[in-house]
């Protein structure tokens, strides 16, 4: 892949049809040889198979008996769900997921072994199924403790608050697993705007409610936000000091009060009550 993608770093696909979007794309991705003359795919919005033609789609969609994507229902909180698929048991799914969310992921990751992913992908359901909005994939077992591989918030979805729901699920799995999480790097522009939006919000609350004395590895227990992340962010809110070879939390109440009114209100949360998960074994 990566050798392909530079050589052939033109964007191939320039529109993409799915479920009841027509979405432009924003990179290339690597798509099998015979539909590299295409500049339009479609896509069945529930086992994310792609056809060159309208009619294939149509006739695709008469006969296609999935209404959610593959997978075990973890979560379910008013029209939103989430589904766990293992990469290894749907395997095509995994890879159909992996060439979609490429055509807007910049930086290049590893598709090759879905198997050794999970993807957790939130749905907006009605009476006609569950609609993707957006996913995120994770290793089965991370040796650098990668709570999150990828992340995307699909085009006609983004800003409403989906990316910083996907990101607390992955840290409330974290807390399930008992460990501490980071999202795989390089992060894009918008990765790290979502993270720095969401670290910054959980952390601001925590400051807030036990008045400022508490420390960077209390912090970390509480969130499963890994410690370095919670320093690069209260660094950047100028809210550490360094003394005596330490870095200790200075939270002045005035200055974080500040920073919480800049940073405004989560819209979609996540309802730990509502997710019915046991880690990877
Ligand atoms: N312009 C400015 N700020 C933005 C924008 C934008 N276009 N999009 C998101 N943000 C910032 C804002 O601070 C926003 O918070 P706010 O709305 O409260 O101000 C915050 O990011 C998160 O907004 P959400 O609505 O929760 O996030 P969204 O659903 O739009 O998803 C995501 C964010 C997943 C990064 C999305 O932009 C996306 O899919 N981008 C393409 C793929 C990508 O870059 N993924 C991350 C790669 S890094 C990795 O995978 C580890
Ligand atoms: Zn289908």
């Known amino acids: 892949l990566r050798e392909h993608e530079e050589f052939t770093k033109v964007k191939n696909i320039a529109t993409i049809e799915l479920g ?3 979405i432009e794309t924003w990179y290339f991705s690597p798509f099998p040889p015979e539909y590299n003359d295409c500049l339009r795919l479609y896509f069945c919005e529930f086992c994310l198979n792609f056809m060159k033609r309208k009619e294939q789609l149509q006739r695709h969609m008469r006969k296609c008996d999935l209404k959610h994507p593959p997978g075990d229902e973890i979560y379910r909180s008013g029209t939103l769900s989430m589904f766990e698929v293992d990469g290894k048991k749907n395997k095509v799914y995994g890879q159909n997921l992996c060439y979609l969310a490429k055509l807007f992921l910049d930086h290049k990751t590893l598709y090759y072994d879905v198997d050794l992913f999970l993807f957790y992908v939130l749905c907006e359901c009605d009476d006609r199924g569950c609609h993707m ?3 995120f994939s994770k290793e089965k077992h991370s040796e650098e403790s990668y709570n999150l591989a990828c992340i995307l918030t ?7 608050g989906y990316g910083k729901f996907l990101i607390a699920f992955s840290y409330e799995l974290s807390k399930k697993e008992s460990k501490v999480g980071t ?6 522009d ?3 705007l979502s993270y720095r939006g969401y670290w910054t919000r959980v952390l601001l609350d925590i400051l807030k409610k036990h008045k400022g004395n508490i420390s960077i590895k209390e912090l970390s227990d509480m969130t499963a936000i890994k410690a370095e992340d919670i320093l690069t962010t209260l660094q950047s809110l100028e809210l550490i000091q360094y003394r005596k070879g330490q870095h200790v939390i200075c939270a002045d109440p005035k200055v974080l009060d500040r920073h919480l009114k800049a940073a405004g209100r989560g819209g979609l949360d996540v309802d730990v009550s509502k997710l019915i998960w046991t880690p990877y074994k």
Request: glycine share 10%; proline share 18%.
């Open 20 to 22: 009841r979007y027509e």
């Open 133 to 135: 909005v957006g996913y």
């Open 154 to 160: 699909l085009p006609p979805y983004q800003r409403k």
């Open 183 to 188: 999202p795989e790097r390089p992060l894009s």
């Open 190 to 192: 918008l990765g790290l």
